[in-house]
Nanobody, 123 residues
């Protein structure tokens, strides 16, 4: 079993940056692809980014491509989401998740989820 704990959320002005971290327990972190999702009030959960087990491949939706960067450090059991040029529409609770499926963009293919961290972008 994998436990995930997110950190790094907060309040930032539009155009600013935040770096989210996702610390994983256990010694099998490198066995999982890692993803980030977000959910704003009244909206469905949205895929944000995913990184392969080795960190060599990533995938993003058009809404964040060029602004967000996902990475991982398998030696530290940690995944990251660097968010630049933030917009008010990025405001949401952001969740990290672990999946046995290669670079999945589908939430139901993720096996473990963190509790989430709030990101609020003011205009």
């Amino acid at each position: 079993q994998v436990q995930l704990v997110e950190s790094g959320g907060g309040l930032v002005q539009a155009g600013g940056s935040l770096r989210l971290s996702c610390a994983a327990s256990g010694r099998t972190f490198s066995s999982y692809a890692m993803g980030w999702f977000r959910q704003a009030p009244g909206k469905e959960r949205e895929f944000v980014a995913a990184v392969a087990r080795s960190g060599g491949s990533t995938v993003y939706p058009d809404s964040v491509k060029g602004r967000f960067t996902i990475s991982r450090d398998n030696a530290k059991n940690t995944a990251y989401l660097q968010m630049n040029s933030l917009k008010p529409e990025d405001t949401a609770v952001h969740y990290c998740a672990a999946s046995r499926t290669y670079l999945s963009v589908r939430g139901y293919e993720y096996d473990y989820w963190g509790q989430g961290t709030q990101v609020t972008v003011s205009s």
